[in-house]
Nanobody
């Protein structure tokens, strides 16, 4: 099993930036697409971004396009989410997750296609 640990969350003013990290251990994630999801208070968890196993393809939910960037460093077994121009509506607990399918072509936004999840990191954006 893989263990995922998110970090980098915190409190930031609207317009600010944060960089989330997701470090994997116990197993390599280099052959698996990775995703970021978030859950705001009182809402269901939603897809934010995903990256293919080799980093060649990325996908984003519409509300973060142009503001968030997902990347990965397979040598460090780590995935990142750079978040710029943050808005109060970005406030949520952010989770990283591994796609259940190694070497998937592209990415998936389907939550059920992700099998291992981190514990989450809180991002709070003040207005």
């Amino acid at each position: 099993q893989v263990q995922l640990v998110e970090s980098g969350g915190g409190l930031v003013q609207a317009g600010g930036s944060l960089r989330l990290s997701c470090a994997a251990s116990r197993r390599t994630i280099s052959t698996y697409p990775m995703g970021w999801f978030r859950q705001a208070p009182g809402k269901e968890r939603e897809f934010v971004a995903a990256i293919s196993w080799n980093g060649g393809k990325t996908s984003y939910t519409n509300s973060v396009k142009g503001r968030f960037t997902i990347s990965r460093d397979n040598a460090k077994n780590t995935v990142y989410l750079q978040m710029n121009s943050l808005k109060p509506e970005d406030t949520a607990v952010y989770y990283c997750a591994t796609d259940r399918r190694a070497f998937r072509v592209g990415t998936t936004i389907v939550e059920d296609e992700y099998d291992y999840w981190g514990q989450g990191t809180q991002v709070t954006v003040s207005s």
